[in-house]
């Protein structure tokens, strides 16, 4: 409810509403495309005058396959005769671009559509030394860290196959999915502020999670710069009872099979010695915690863009100085949250190994039930990277984008230091998900970014309204998949249909030299809210 409140009072009562109306009225399609032109197989360049005040070009990288879902969002929103939704993903990558102390260029990647402020896909990095730059929550996405996270296992298909109906269900009992679920792990007022503090530093204390899952964890599972003193008391009250939690939406725990490995030497240093080799992959978020924080900035921030006369091409992104009060404030709650996320993920870890062992009558050790890696794709950190031939700290926020770091770089685990940042990518239900491995041309091109998954192709709406519910379950039963979900609509919500090809997704970052593929896995049983 409080969303679609605040997405009604920042569009509708900003000027996103009357940009919008303008441009629609004053340019065609093709007069929009003009500013956008092909420089290379796998990539656009949008022009720095596509949209009022831009301070630096766009890039999106979309192969020829993606670019036609990528410009017909464009041509709808040229077309319609309402004013309604979100700007379509190009527009808001060069509204992205039009913000105060942006470097270089604001970059779309091939899973990119359009989303709250910033388009989903979106990576913009700021100077942490120009008092001008921002911060925004629109950058980030209310579910602050969501995340993968890919355990392994040393059983193989053949093994799990015929106990699969059992297992999904074991697994459906132990981890509490849907709306509103609550969580299984004891949880008290100080536990949740430490939660919050310390992120998997509390949860090994706690016995949730092994000493080395943490070492398999992007930012090693905590932030130091979390400030729990600054999420408000009604975050925790929603966070208090979800700790372990799946939610609904995309998230998911899917049981998987290594289908195709791409890069055998990256494989073995992540355990994966072979095709058909069982692993479980856990999608999800920081629960109504990380969206309360989210949704209390955007509050803070829209005073704060008035007393310091920041103008923005669209309302939704609204932002604060890095600097000021409101920007320490966010970025304080928003690590405590992306703590919260990664507590989160590990207690599912913990629930997930109980239901193993107990199905295979066998202890999670002796499963060899290994956190492979853990990755945020929805977050903003400080990092350097080199601009200008300097090396400079910038402020980057990756909105359902992954960071992917280059072999050698120091933020990486040792295990991982000759093969790159292993990058987690979820595919949708019924659908194939990879880990790719970060490079060096990622780490100059996009600040180590890459894709985050499929990216939606249509809205939830319209997929309940095509696709049946039985028709859904009939293709997860054809390919062998089995399926336990609390709530059936989304089931059509979640169908392959309603996203984009995966595989062209990771494909265009594996040409484009930006992510290399590494594994291929396929699902054989999904677990969702």
Not at 355 to 369: E, H, I, R, T, V
Not at 487 to 501: G, I, N, Q, R, T
Request: proline fraction near 5%; glycine fraction near 10%; charged fraction near 20%.
């Amino acid at each position: 409810y409080q969303r679609r409140v605040f997405f009604f009072f920042f569009f509708f009562f900003s000027p996103s509403f009357f940009f919008f109306f303008t441009q629609k009225m004053s340019r065609t399609l093709q007069q929009e495309m003009a500013y956008i032109t092909k420089a290379s197989p796998h990539s656009y360049n949008i022009r720095h005058d596509f949209a009022p005040n831009m301070r630096v070009p766009g890039i999106v990288y979309v192969n020829d396959e993606l670019s036609g879902l990528l410009f017909d969002e464009l041509k709808h929103s040229v077309g319609r005769g309402d004013v309604g939704g979100f700007l379509p993903a190009l527009r808001q990558i060069a509204n992205v671009a039009a913000l105060p102390g942006i470097v270089r260029h604001s970059i779309g990647l091939p899973d990119v559509h359009s989303g709250y402020g910033f388009a989903i896909g979106n990576v913009a990095a700021f100077d942490m030394n120009n008092p001008e730059a921002i911060v925004s929550p629109g950058g980030v996405g209310f579910d602050i860290n969501c995340g993968v996270r890919l355990i392994r296992t040393n059983l193989m298909a053949d093994e799990v196959i015929p106990v699969q109906e059992k297992l999904a269900q074991m697994l459906f009992d132990h981890i509490p999915v849907g709306v509103g679920s609550q969580g299984v792990i004891p949880t008290s007022s100080g536990n949740l502020a430490e939660a919050l503090e310390m992120g998997m530093d509390w949860s090994v204390r706690e016995g949730y999670s092994w000493a080395e899952d943490k070492e398999h964890c992007e930012e090693y599972g905590r932030m130091l710069s979390a400030n729990p003193a600054k999420v408000s008391a009604r975050a925790r009250q929603r966070g208090l009872p979800q700790l372990g939690t799946l939610g609904a939406g995309n998230h998911y725990a899917e049981i998987q099979v290594v289908d195709e490995i791409f890069d055998r030497f990256a494989a073995k240093k992540m355990g994966i010695e072979r095709r058909g080799q069982v692993c479980v992959m856990i999608h999800s978020g920081s629960r109504g915690l990380g969206h309360q924080v989210a949704t209390d900035a955007l509050m803070a921030m829209e005073r704060a863009m008035s007393r310091d006369r920041i103008a923005v091409n669209d309302r939704q992104l609204a932002c604060a100085r890095i600097a000021s009060v409101e920007g320490q404030d966010y970025l304080g709650a928003m690590a405590a949250a992306a703590n919260y996320a990664w507590v989160n993920r590990a207690s599912m870890t913990f629930l997930t190994r109980q239901a193993f062992g107990k199905c295979f009558n066998q202890s999670p050790d002796d499963l060899d039930m290994h956190v492979i890696y853990d990755v945020s794709h929805n977050i903003a950190k400080v990092e350097e990277h080199m601009v200008d031939g300097r090396p400079t700290q910038l402020l980057v926020h990756r909105k359902g984008a992954t960071r992917a770091f280059p072999p050698h770089h120091p933020l990486i685990p040792v295990d991982y230091q000759f093969t790159g940042q292993p990058v987690l990518i979820g595919g949708t239900m019924g659908t194939c998900s990879y880990v790719l491995t970060g490079t060096e041309t990622g780490f100059v091109e996009t600040w180590g970014s890459t894709c985050h998954g499929a990216g939606r192709a249509s809205s939830r709406c319209k997929a309940r309204k095509n696709l049946s519910y039985q028709d859904v379950l009939s293709f997860l039963s054809d390919h062998g998949i089995s399926i336990r979900v609390a709530s059936p609509k989304l089931v059509m919500e979640e169908a392959p249909e309603s996203y984009k090809d995966v595989s062209a997704v990771v494909n265009t970052c594996h040409a484009a030299g930006i992510s290399n593929k590494a594994i291929k896995l396929r699902p054989i049983a999904v677990i969702k809210g």
